[in-house]
């Protein structure tokens, strides 16, 4: 079976540029998490999804930071304009019901430069 | 709010040696906890998780972990260590379906 899927894997981009990863679920899977690993902050959730609707938003940054999930099957996270902070690495994780004893899988992540 | 804490930034061990990283935990109602494991330039792979049940989870790759409610640790053992268990490991506590991580602990083992 095929893991998350998380494209592209690289990303460098100037800062002002408008960014965009994207994440292919576990086939079945019905939550989908946004992460950001920084040496700074470590592993934080930025948001997530059950269903295809977002259920907590707390985590996304500020108004830059944006992300969808238009269905089962695909989510994005849009960062517009993006600043030389952002640079990080950007998980993709998804589960089965999004419950607390539910195991999240995670993507091989997108790693962000921001220049 | 619930938190973990990894105190360890790093652990050295022998080869063939035993392993320990720990993890305590701070919740409230039932501690739902997971070790994950990241290896360089690549994802978080899942190794374990206590919900309920037997205090002495198993779970990949030979590693096991104890759950320990009096003491509010989690922390991650394997018997013999392998040079290819060299990662950073992280501890994590699920709220409502979140995941809230440690700061890692890098495992280095050498030969």
């Known amino acids: 079976d095929a893991g998350v899927i998380q494209s592209p894997r690289h990303e460098v981009t100037e800062m002002g540029q408008e960014v965009t990863l994207r994440c292919k679920p576990i086939?079945?899977?019905?939550?989908l998490f946004w992460y950001r690993q920084t040496m700074m902050r470590g592993l934080e959730l930025l948001i997530y999804?059950?269903?295809?609707?977002?259920?907590?938003d707390s985590g996304m940054p500020e108004d830059r930071f944006s992300a969808k999930m238009p269905n089962a099957s695909f989510s994005t996270l849009k960062i517009q304009p993006s600043e030389p902070r952002d640079s990080a690495v950007y998980f993709c994780?998804?589960?089965?019901?999004?419950?607390?004893?539910?195991?999240?899988?995670f993507g091989p992540g997108t790693r962000l430069t921001v220049l | 709010a619930q938190s973990v804490a990894q105190p360890e930034d790093q652990v050295n061990v022998a080869e063939g040696n035993p392993l320990t990283v720990k993890c305590t935990y701070s919740?409230?109602?039932?501690?739902?906890l997971f070790w994950y494991v990241q290896y360089p330039n690549r994802g978080l792979q899942f190794l374990l998780k206590?919900?309920?049940?037997?205090?002495l989870v198993k779970g990949s790759y030979g590693f096991e972990a104890e759950f320990n409610k009096s003491q509010t640790s989690f922390h991650l053992k394997k018997p013999s260590a392998l040079v290819s268990d060299s990662a950073l490991y992280f501890c994590?506590?699920?709220?409502?379906?979140?995941?809230?991580f440690g700061q890692g602990t890098e495992l280095s083992v050498k030969p």
């Open positions: 994780a998804s589960t089965f019901t999004g419950s607390s004893t539910d195991t999240q899988y």
């Open positions: 086939s079945g899977h019905n939550s």
């Open positions: 999804f059950n269903n295809n609707v977002p259920i907590d």
């Open positions: 919740v409230s109602g039932n501690p739902y």
């Open positions: 206590y919900i309920t049940g037997d205090n």
């Open positions: 994590a506590v699920s709220q409502g379906g979140k995941l809230i």
